[in-house]
């Protein structure tokens, strides 16, 4: 499984990485421009399977970001079944974030703190672990 995280806080991006190295490959960003870069690249190359994507970023926020990934998922032509899985993470009402997050094309929406059993649990949902 090859994972981005897209997370300003270091200690975030940490724990995450933390998490997810123990399933696979990490590339980390602590903004939406690199973030962007770092996914476009992969494109070209080795996809990702998933993002986990915060919603609070510096510049480009978290949701702006992921409309410009599925742009350019769908400008290199990644049949929907293909496009890599998106779970945003944010500190806001579960419910508000959720909503904004999934009309611009996430996965999924876990609320922070980010616990490790809940990205588990999503990682089972998405059929990236087992």
């Known amino acids: 499984m090859r994972a981005l995280i897209v ?11 933390l998490i997810l190295s123990a399933f696979g490959e990490c590339h980390e ?4 421009e690199q973030a962007l870069d770092l996914f476009a690249g992969a494109l070209d190359a080795t996809p ?9 970023l510096p ?5 702006e970001t992921l409309e410009r990934m599925r742009r350019l998922e769908q400008g ?10 998106v779970i945003v993470t944010s500190a806001l009402d579960e419910g508000e974030g959720a909503l904004g997050a999934e009309a ?8 922070k ?13 998405l059929g990236l672990i087992d």
Do not use: H, S, W, Y
């Not at 290199?76 to 899985?85: C, E, F, M, N």
């Open 7 to 17: 997370e300003d806080t270091l200690i975030n991006r940490e724990f995450l990485k």
């Open 29 to 32: 960003a602590d903004c939406g």
């Open 48 to 56: 990702f399977d998933i993002v986990f994507m915060d919603v609070m």
């Open 59 to 63: 510049g480009m926020d978290g949701l």
């Open 76 to 85: 290199r032509g990644v049949p929907a079944a293909r496009r890599v899985k």
């Open 104 to 111: 611009r094309g996430a996965t999924g929406c876990i609320a």
């Open 113 to 125: 703190p980010v616990c490790q059993a809940v990205v588990e649990r999503e990682l089972r949902r």
